[in-house]
């Protein structure tokens, strides 16, 4: 049986999570804004939630329909099979959202589709009420242009909780967008890798994951491991063929650089948390001391913004001194998320393509300069 199922996507990241969903090989691929939708097996959804780099979460997708009135929206809610999916005992709380839709109240709807889902699973079962302490089916109703997309969380906390971060410093970057950048950098594993920036740890923990072909929710735990449907036989074999395609005994050049020293001992601990302390190399060190003798890699990084008023000209001038080292390393190339508008400005050189993304709620642009290819590639 296939099922329908979702990967959501922080805007701007769709296409990125639709590649990743083509390399795991699945095909005919439905992209939308916050959402790439396919069809797999009950295993998929195992797979899925063990393997996404850059999706938010993987849901269940039930039914789509027209909703307009309440009415249309209680009886199309009606319509699925409940208890065929829902264990009596199951907890089914209902999150909603619309947009642009006529039956814009959230907690209405919400209020509305619970009914409905209780009338369906009365009429088979006959209970009364239910005491919901079983396993936990979040049940999303979500509104857009007056049609609900009715599905159900397998996630659990988002898949940016690895596992690994049990700190962070100052506005840490979410572990989907830094593993993103290491996509669309195209960063294999091949060549050195460097942040200069590192902060916790995140981006070079993340591209360690992606050299070392380890699935990023291997050290977590996730809502649907507890559904009759999937069991823990499923969970078992698809967890254990995640491991046997781990390959940490390659060779890896992966540096994280700052200049403080609790970001570097945090972002030691928690690539010994990722399993990853003895491929990245992690040190105290300040942008203008930035240097290496290969002839190729990545610069990958995530420098201040100056979102306060008073840190703006320091983010200007630091912004001024990557120009100056990033120049010494003409044969590297070099990606850099900022939010500043005017950073080519400052940094000296106009990318080579730039793509818009979100940081949060926060507008940031991923510029990217590319430099020679190493013989042979």
């Known amino acids: 049986m296939d099922f329908d199922i979702m990967a959501t996507a922080t805007f701007g990241l769709e296409a990125v999570v639709a590649q990743e969903l083509r390399e795991m090989g699945y095909n005919n691929l439905k992209t939308d804004h916050g959402k790439v939708e396919f069809k797999g097996k009950l295993k998929d ?189 499923l969970w078992k074999e698809a967890r254990e063929e995640a491991f046997s395609q781990q390959k940490k005994e390659e060779e890896f050049y992966i540096m994280g650089y700052d200049n403080n020293f609790k970001s570097i001992r945090l972002a030691r601990q928690n690539s010994a948390r990722a399993g990853l302390e003895k491929i990245i190399h992690f040190q105290d060190q300040d942008i203008d001391s930035l240097n290496s003798r290969k002839k190729y890699g990545k610069i990958i990084c995530n420098p201040p913004y100056g979102e306060r008023l008073n840190e703006v000209k320091a983010a200007e001038d630091l912004y001024q001194r990557m120009g100056k080292v990033f120049k010494r390393l003409d044969t590297w190339s070099y990606y850099v998320l900022t939010a500043h508008p005017g950073f080519e400005r400052f940094f000296g050189k106009k990318a080579n393509k730039k793509r818009k993304l979100f940081n949060g709620n926060i507008r940031v642009d991923y510029y990217q300069y590319f430099g020679p290819s190493p013989p042979g590639k």
């Open 45 to 233: 959804f195992c797979n899925a939630n063990l393997w996404l780099r850059t999706a938010d979460r993987v849901r269940w997708k039930l039914a789509e329909f027209e909703a307009k009135t309440f009415d249309q929206l209680f009886d199309g809610i009606k319509e699925i099979p409940w208890p065929d999916i829902l264990p009596v005992n199951a907890a089914f709380p209902v999150e909603g959202k619309s947009v642009k839709s006529q039956l814009f109240s959230v907690p209405a709807c919400q209020s509305v589709s619970k009914k409905a889902v209780v009338e369906r699973m009365k009429q088979k079962t006959g209970i009364r009420e239910f005491e919901e302490t079983g396993p936990l089916y979040k049940i999303e109703v979500a509104l857009l242009k007056d049609i609900a997309t009715i599905s159900i969380d397998t996630t659990g906390p988002g898949l940016h909780k690895r596992g690994y971060r049990e700190g962070g410093s100052t506005a840490p970057l979410k572990e989907t967008l830094a593993a993103a950048l290491i996509l669309l950098a195209r960063w294999k594993g091949d060549i050195p890798f460097v942040d200069p920036f590192c902060g916790s740890g995140t981006i070079p923990i993340e591209a360690g994951l992606i050299g070392t072909r380890t699935a990023p929710g291997l050290n977590r735990d996730f809502v649907s491991e507890k559904w009759p449907q999937l069991g823990k036989k």
